[in-house]
């Protein structure tokens, strides 16, 4: 009795939840028509502009999404047409430059050194067309071919200051995705601003996962497994430190989520963002983010499709420095007040320094342009 | 057994029922008998298996091999439906994220056609769109362009179709291999290396470059098949591991000062000489290289060695079953490991097809997916040479069109990985795929008895 009562009001209630679905979406299609022949039509420009990913996608909050963000913009802004491909294989790469050619493309921004071959390869059969490349320089310039690079030690020079400064176990630490330049530059310019600091201050804070001298130091391996950054980054704990800055893309979110555990734990730790200001892309992690090393790429690309869209291209790099502000420090946002003022101003500092030229931040990974 | 929609099946028989009826009384393994012959011949699709049905049971070793087997050896028509139905559901994808189609669905019930118009629309521009991506573009500039498409079907096919022949040819041996991935890389490195190391004449160049790369992977492959014989490690698992073991290898590699590129330290190799590559046999305008040739002559030779040679025989017979093939005199050991050799050989290809044809460079991604395509293919073919190289092409046809669907359309490339694991969703489930065209035997009450006995005694496959 009691079993066929249950079963009963189960099957009302099923019955319920599905009256209401159904009347949910009866609503939501009752919407009026609207007239026919009312197809809007903006003034469109005859430019367009295009972009092909590497395989990490346009959602991959890295370069590829900065970059497809910021020519989504010059969509909105300029008024131009854009067509984007995504590559999930490397194979990828050549059928979709030929076809962003055959499409018409005025100016194809490519991602990413894996693409430096194929844009080579089309630029030169289409000496007409205009390629932009991001993250990666020619040996050879190439009349059509404008380069988008990054000085981005320099700002994680700050960075690294900015946590020796800060920290309070005396011990911090940074990983990598995959071992390539444009990922130990970060940690490059992490470590020599942590050795900066001890120098300056006479003290002795210690830097896991980086030996700039050996140039070795921890990867996850890829930009895709979490988990292992997670790992990584509990180590890391288990080791005293307590800032981390994960130069790993979407791994990075794995090292988010071991110290907002940690914190929860009741931990003071921090976490260091890199490419965009994460605080704003990554809110999740807000409570324990520190800053950010920000590699400005959308706004790059903003400006190179401008130009080319007024016929100013040009093949000159853009190299972006803590001086044209292509690479910064992002605001603390919430932990303002745990970074002690004369960090602050010594950063100030700094920062003018390195834009005067009178301090040199040197990694084997910059731009030698 | 029920992949066969052929009244002439075995369990559709009546005879054949009451036979197993009978015999299931005292001999339960005869009943899988009838059952078998079925499997074996795969509804006629294949030649009947040289080993004696008797031998052949749902108790082979390993029961889920039965299932493996049904899976790879459905018959065609299950293949095309589940192609088609796929096509549908993704069509169905494709609509649900258009914008028109949402929009008209806020007035849905004020004018339904504008919903529907805007549903067939989103799907037929994406597929018209995939198209003219894959074989014919009518908006071409003159034939050659016009064509270019289908060369570019035909050139990301290459590779898929020599590796799906490794995977077709161990599973027909009765081994899954999983490890195409790991042997394409191994072959790549073997091949990249000579190809922008070595410096040799026209001719000898590419062949060396050949070369390394076939014995790369028939190593590769050989080892995961000497591991199998010798120790009895499952296959499966085996090959996993090698695919894991070559990846890392290969990214340790590229991170060596030997596979980079002079005064760089970015993961790729240097370009491979002008020597060492594939010659582009359409002219430069395609990009269809040699390697294409080499993939037909690879499907030819795997049909005549698996049909028309004793070393194929055998294979077969390992593969319908071993103990009955040791039995009649088959050495099953070197089966195996040649097998997996040339299987290997034949993934290796590929890796020569990526850094000698289309790519020219070493990098991580070398082997792309086409080590798991493979299988994919290898499934969708049947496990037939020429199955596996019509699904070869079907599967470079979707991966070439989903440049011009992402362009012209904006359909993310996405749609169509998951159009291809639907296909490879409903093969593995072909009495799904035969329900939804209502092609299921009619099911009569005294023939449900036998089924669902036999059902249970074949692990309930059917």
């Known amino acids: 009795m009691k079993k066929s009562l249950r079963a009963v009001f189960k099957r009302g209630s099923m019955a319920g939840v599905a009256t209401l679905g159904a009347s949910a979406l009866v609503l939501t299609a009752c919407g009026a028509a609207p007239e026919a022949g009312s197809t809007s039509s903006a003034g469109a420009s005859d430019y367009t502009g295009c972009i092909v990913s590497d395989s990490g996608g346009f959602d991959d909050q890295s370069f590829n999404q900065s970059s497809y963000e910021g020519l989504k913009k010059t969509e909105k802004d300029l008024g131009i047409k854009v067509n984007q491909i995504e590559s999930k294989t490397n194979n990828d790469f050549e059928p979709n430059l030929r076809a962003m050619v055959t499409a018409g493309c005025n100016l194809t921004i490519t991602v990413g050194f894996l693409l430096g071959d194929a844009t080579k390869a089309q630029a030169t059969a289409n000496p007409d067309k205009h390629f932009a490349i991001i993250d990666f320089g020619y040996d050879k310039p190439i009349s059509n071919v404008k380069p988008i690079i990054y000085d981005t030690a320099q700002a994680a020079f700050l960075a690294g200051y900015l946590a020796a400064g800060t920290t309070k176990t005396g011990t911090v630490a940074t990983f990598g995705g995959i071992k390539i330049p444009t990922v130990t530059i970060f940690m490059d310019g992490y470590a020599d601003g942590v050795k900066y600091y001890n120098q300056q201050k006479g003290k002795n804070v210690k830097l896991l996962g980086w030996n700039k001298d050996a140039q070795d130091g921890s990867f996850t391996g890829d930009f895709e497994k979490q988990d292992v950054g997670k790992q990584l980054t509990k180590n890391f704990l288990d080791q ?64 190179v499709v401008t130009e080319d869209k007024e016929g100013k291209f040009n093949n000159t790099p853009y190299v972006g420095t803590l001086a044209n502000d292509g690479v910064q420090l992002a605001p603390f946002h919430d932990l303002d007040s745990q970074v002690p003022a004369e960090v602050k101003s010594d950063l100030e500092k700094i ?15 910059s731009p030698k342009a | 057994m029920p992949d066969q929609p052929s009244p002439k099946h075995a369990k559709d028989d009546p005879r054949v029922e009451d036979t197993q009826h009978a015999a299931s009384q005292d001999s339960p393994a005869a009943e899988d008998t009838a059952a078998v012959v079925a499997v074996d011949t ?272 055998e294979f077969r017979a390992v593969g319908a079953n071993p103990k009955a093939a040791q039995t009649a005199g088959i050495n099953v050991s070197r089966s195996t490991i040649l097998v997996m050799a040339i299987a290997g050989g034949l993934a290796g290809m590929s890796g020569v097809a990526q850094v000698a044809g289309t790519e020219k460079v070493l990098t991580d991604g070398v082997a792309a997916t086409y080590g798991f395509d493979a299988i994919t293919v290898a499934l969708l073919g049947r496990s037939t040479p020429w199955g596996t190289f019509a699904a070869g092409l079907l599967f470079g046809a979707f991966r070439a069109g989903a440049v011009q669907m992402q362009i012209q359309t904006g359909t993310p490339i996405d749609i169509v990985l998951v159009v291809q694991s639907l296909i490879v969703l409903f093969i593995a489930a072909p009495p799904l795929v035969r329900a939804v065209f209502g092609l299921n035997p009619r099911r009569r009450k005294p023939a449900r008895a036998a089924r669902s006995r036999q059902a249970a005694t074949t692990g309930g496959a059917a």
């Open chain 1, 240 to 303: 005293g430190a307590d800032i981390v800055m994960p130069v790993a893309g979407p791994v990075g979110k794995g090292a988010g989520a071991a110290l907002n555990e940690a914190k929860a734990a009741g931990k003071d730790v921090k976490l260091i963002w890199v490419d965009s200001d994460g605080y704003l892309t990554a809110p999740d992690y807000k409570d324990i983010m520190l800053s950010s090393v920000m590699k400005q790429m959308g706004e790059a690309v903003e400006t």
């Open chain 2, 42 to 313: 795969a509804g006629g699709a294949m030649q009947p298996s040289a080993v004696p049905a008797t031998a052949q049971s749902g108790q082979l070793p390993g029961g889920s091999g039965t299932v493996l087997r049904r899976i790879f050896t459905g018959s065609g028509i299950v293949s095309v439906l589940a192609v088609l139905l796929a096509l549908i559901i993704g069509g169905l994808l494709i609509a649900s994220t258009d914008k028109q189609v949402a929009t008209t669905a806020g007035y849905f019930f004020a004018r339904p056609t504008d919903m529907l118009a805007a549903v067939w629309n989103a799907a037929t521009r994406s597929y018209i769109a995939l198209f003219q991506g894959s074989v014919f573009n009518p908006r071409g500039n003159g034939l050659a362009a016009q064509f270019a498409p289908f060369m570019e079907t035909l050139t990301i096919a290459t590779p898929l179709i020599t590796a799906g022949l490794g995977v077709a040819l161990a599973f027909r041996a009765g081994l899954f291999n999983i490890g195409a991935q790991g042997q394409i890389i191994v072959a790549g490195i073997l091949a990249a290396w000579v190809g922008f190391a070595l410096h040799l004449p026209f001719g000898l160049h590419l062949l060396l470059v050949l070369v390394a790369g076939i014995v790369g992977g028939a190593l590769w492959g050989g080892l995961a098949g000497l591991l199998k014989a010798r120790t009895g490690a499952h296959e499966v698992i085996v090959t996993i591991m090698f695919n894991y073991i070559a990846l890392y290898f290969l990214r340790y590699l590229l991170n060596t000062p030997a596979f980079q590129r002079p005064g760089e330290s970015n993961p790729i190799s240097p370009i491979l000489d002008p020597s060492a590559v594939y010659p582009q046999i359409l002219g430069s305008q395609y990009r269809l290289h040699l390697g294409f040739v080499l993939a037909i002559a690879a499907t030819v030779l795997v049909w005549w060695l698996l049909n028309r040679s004793t070393v194929g025989f």
């Open chain 1, 351 to 365: 920062k003018k320094d390195i834009v005067d030229g009178k301090l040199k931040v040197e990694s084997a990974a």
